[in-house]
Antibody
């Protein structure tokens, strides 16, 4: 059974750096085709895809946030981290991580974590 | 970047009725890479449909996806009380994997 769980600070100040961690089980990020992505959702608004990292260390970022985001993986610890620099109140929201596997259903993001809420405020 | 426009923004229906939700991409989307998600308040999105028409594991058969020309549709044949939620479409073929703005399905 695949599970993912997000963790990180609930409150950060503007201009600080935010680091979120996704800890997963039931799959390995060393398996061909596997990826973990991050998606966020401001309060009352739509979902926004942020970044994804793959088993082969390929990464992809939302161009609107490129330069602000870094995604990394620790295969041995079954974790993926997302770092966001120079945060702003507009970065407030719930952050989700999700699993994908290219060979399964064309790589749809099929399993999601429950999300972690982040507030950016001074 | 592909923009997905969902309509209507809000749909008010009664249990037992049929719901039809639309997702229109700003440019051609390969139907193999179009998904639909359901999100209830305080919960993570749940995958309903992948590759435009495939039902994810455990999804009731009252949920179906289709493609007509360039548009994609999610149909719920007979609404159950638990179906009232927000629905998002997403394309996932190439980055950035954009989402639509969502359709809120509310009880009339």
């Amino acid at each position: 059974q695949i599970t993912l769980q997000e963790s990180g600070p609930t409150l950060v100040k503007p201009t600080q750096t935010l680091t979120l961690t996704c800890t997963f089980s039931g799959f390995s990020l060393s398996t061909s085709g596997v990826g973990v992505g991050w998606i966020r959702q401001p309060p009352g608004k739509a979902l926004e895809w942020l970044a994804v990292i793959y088993w082969n260390d390929d990464r992809s970022y939302n161009p609107s946030l490129k330069g602000k985001l870094t995604i990394t993986k620790d295969t041995s610890r079954n974790q993926v981290a997302l770092t966001m620099t120079n945060v702003d109140p507009v970065d407030t929201g719930t952050y989700y991580c999700a699993h994908r596997r290219i060979q399964i259903w064309r790589g749809v993001f099929d399993i999601w974590g429950r999300g972690t809420r982040v507030t950016v405020s001074s | 970047e592909i923009v997905l426009t969902q309509s209507p923004g809000t749909l008010s229906l009664s249990p037992g009725e049929r719901a039809t939700l639309s997702c229109r991409p700003s440019q051609t989307v390969n139907s193999n890479y179009l998904a639909w998600y359901q999100q209830k308040p305080g919960q993570a999105p749940r995958l309903l449909i992948y590759s435009a028409t495939g039902r994810a594991t455990g999804i009731p058969d009252r949920f179906s996806g289709s493609e007509s020309g360039t548009d994609f549709t999610l149909t719920i044949s007979r609404l159950e009380p638990e179906d009232f939620a927000v629905y998002y479409c997403q394309h996932y073929g190439s980055s950035p994997f954009t989402f639509g703005q969502g359709t809120k399905l509310e009880i009339k």
